[in-house]
Each structure stands twice: as structure tokens, then as C-alpha cells.
């Protein structure tokens, strides 16, 4: 099964020098690396639902280079810095970007992301059409 990477305009950076894909496609999957939601001069917004909406802004980025789109996400994780506080926004943001029929997901809570200040990162796997 062969490989394809994913790499759009704004993840070449980080492949060049953390040496990861944004997503590879392999079959019919397309399994797509953790996105955060900083804003375009790389820092963390005041707001958890800024935060959260550039997060899936970054998603839907990684999907549209592979072809694809919200629409083709069959499961997603969610990395939470402060989960039980964040988790209602997170849900109202996502509402607006994901509808029915509802991926699989998986809502993890943990200390810290690699960008300090962040709350979430979010993880997707996307059927190939």
C-alpha cells in the first residue's frame, strides 16, 4: 500500500524541520496529524472559541489539500488542556463545522500541547472518496 503526504502551504515549515506530514494518505484512508488553533503570527487567541474555530480552520485546510472535506471525517480526537472547563465550547464550535451522521470521537484530557498556551489539538481520520 503506497504512501502519499499531505503537506499544504502552511504545514511545509513544519516538515522541514519537525519532519512530520500534516496527513498521509494511504487506501482509502487519510489520517491527519494533530492541528492547533494559534492564530496567523503562530500565537495562542484570548478566546477558547477563537481557538477552537482556527483549529478546525486548520483541519479543513489539511482536508481541502488532500481533496476532501469535513463531510468525509469518519473519527476525529480532541486533545484538551482543561477539558471539563472547555467542552461545551468546543462542542458549540464543532457543531459548526461537522453535522450529521457524526463521526466517531474521542475527547482526551491532558496537561499540556507543544505550543505553551494552547487548549486543544485536534486529530482526524478521513475516508478517501
Same mark, same amino acid.
Given at each position: 500500500?503506497?504512501?502519499?503526504?499531505?503537506?499544504?502551504?502552511?504545514?511545509?515549515?513544519?516538515?522541514?524541520?519537525?519532519?512530520?506530514?500534516?496527513?498521509?494518505?494511504?487506501?482509502?484512508?487519510?489520517?491527519?496529524?494533530?492541528?492547533?488553533?494559534?492564530? =496567523?503570527?503562530?500565537? &495562542?487567541?484570548?478566546?477558547?472559541?477563537? $481557538?477552537?474555530?482556527? !483549529? #478546525?480552520? +486548520?483541519? %479543513?485546510?489539511?482536508?481541502?489539500?488532500?481533496?476532501?472535506?469535513?463531510?468525509?471525517?469518519?473519527?476525529?480526537?480532541?486533545?484538551?488542556?482543561?477539558?471539563?472547563?472547555?467542552?461545551? =465550547?468546543?462542542?458549540? &464550535?464543532?457543531?459548526?463545522?461537522?453535522? $450529521?451522521?457524526?463521526? !466517531? #470521537?474521542? +475527547?482526551? %484530557?491532558?496537561?499540556?500541547?507543544?505550543?505553551?498556551?494552547?487548549?486543544?489539538?485536534?486529530?482526524?481520520?478521513?475516508?478517501?472518496?
Amino acid at each position: 500500500m503506497t504512501i502519499e503526504t499531505i503537506v499544504p502551504e502552511s504545514g511545509k515549515s513544519a516538515y522541514k524541520h519537525f519532519h512530520f506530514s500534516q496527513a498521509v494518505k494511504s487506501g482509502d484512508l487519510l489520517v491527519c496529524s494533530g492541528q492547533i488553533g494559534t492564530k =496567523a503570527d503562530h500565537t &495562542v487567541p484570548e478566546t477558547p472559541e477563537e $481557538e477552537f474555530r482556527n !483549529a #478546525w480552520k +486548520a483541519v %479543513g485546510v489539511v482536508l481541502t489539500e488532500a481533496g476532501l472535506g469535513f463531510e468525509d471525517i469518519i473519527e476525529y480526537t480532541s486533545y484538551h488542556v482543561g477539558l471539563s472547563q472547555h467542552i461545551r =465550547a468546543f462542542m458549540k &464550535v464543532r457543531d459548526e463545522v461537522l453535522k $450529521e451522521p457524526w463521526p !466517531a #470521537w474521542t +475527547a482526551i %484530557g491532558i496537561t499540556e500541547l507543544a505550543v505553551p498556551g494552547a487548549r486543544v489539538e485536534i486529530r482526524v481520520i478521513a475516508r478517501v472518496r
